[in-house]
């Protein structure tokens, strides 16, 4: 039973342009989401994290938006550089400790 | 300075061996986690422990075990390797364990059970 899903296991964008990678999640007790970014051969890094009390969280040239009726979430890089190319994983845990579930990964590749 | 560093990085074993995996954290955090990424990518918890107190053990073997002798260390031992062990291993730590704390991933242990 996978409560945090990718439906898209790869995206090519053109460099400059704006990437959108879509999450979509089951649980309704989910109240903290997250999104981590994976290069080849090293663990998955924070990247930014939105709580279910927002619709949106902006830091830079990475935004999460929330949509909590369709239990969706996004994340949008603007604009994409070649660097962004990696695995990025949608996450999202319930309120106290920490059971992360995470989603299986959307490889993007940013085409300079 | 590697905040989360385990080791071995890549390990290759025959079924039936019994292996570790060693993880340190350096961020003077108080929970660390083990995580396994299969061959379908599925990244998925199996531990995590809070000042060395087991807190979540989610449908593992007992075939695993993990062991925290302090707050800085969680070293996962693995008894009776099964070929459907073979994936990749990632050790990680956060602050409290509370939703909302960053979790801070290790480089990931490769590990191919042949």
């Known amino acids: 039973d996978q409560q945090v899903k990718q439906n898209s296991p790869s995206l090519s964008v053109q460099e400059g342009r704006i990437s959108i990678l879509n999450c979509d999640y089951t649980?309704?007790?989910?109240?903290?989401f997250l999104w981590y970014k994976k290069y080849p051969a090293e663990g998955p890094t924070f990247l930014i994290s939105i709580s279910s009390i927002k619709d949106k969280n902006e830091d830079g040239r990475f935004t999460v938006f929330l949509n909590k009726s369709a239990k969706h979430l996004s994340l949008h890089i603007v604009p994409s550089q070649p660097g962004d190319s990696a695995v990025y994983f949608c996450a999202a845990s319930v309120g106290g400790y920490q059971k992360v579930t995470f989603g299986t990964g959307t490889k993007l590749q940013v085409i300079p | 300075d590697t905040a989360v560093s385990q080791t071995p990085k890549y390990l290759v074993t025959q079924m039936g061996n019994d292996k570790s995996i060693k993880c340190e954290q350096n961020l003077g955090h108080d929970t660390m986690y083990w995580y396994k990424q299969d061959s379908k990518k599925f990244l998925k918890i199996m531990f995590s422990?809070?000042?060395?107190?087991?807190?979540i053990n989610e449908t593992v073997p007992n075939r695993f075990s993990p062991k925290s002798p302090d707050k800085a260390h969680l070293n996962l031992h693995i008894n009776s390797l099964e070929l459907g062990d073979s994936a990749v291993y990632f050790c990680a730590s956060s602050q409290d364990g509370f939703s909302g704390n960053t979790i801070y991933f290790g480089e990931g242990s490769w590990l191919t059970v042949v």
């Open positions: 422990y809070n000042n060395k107190e087991l807190i």
């Open positions: 649980n309704s007790m989910f109240d903290y």
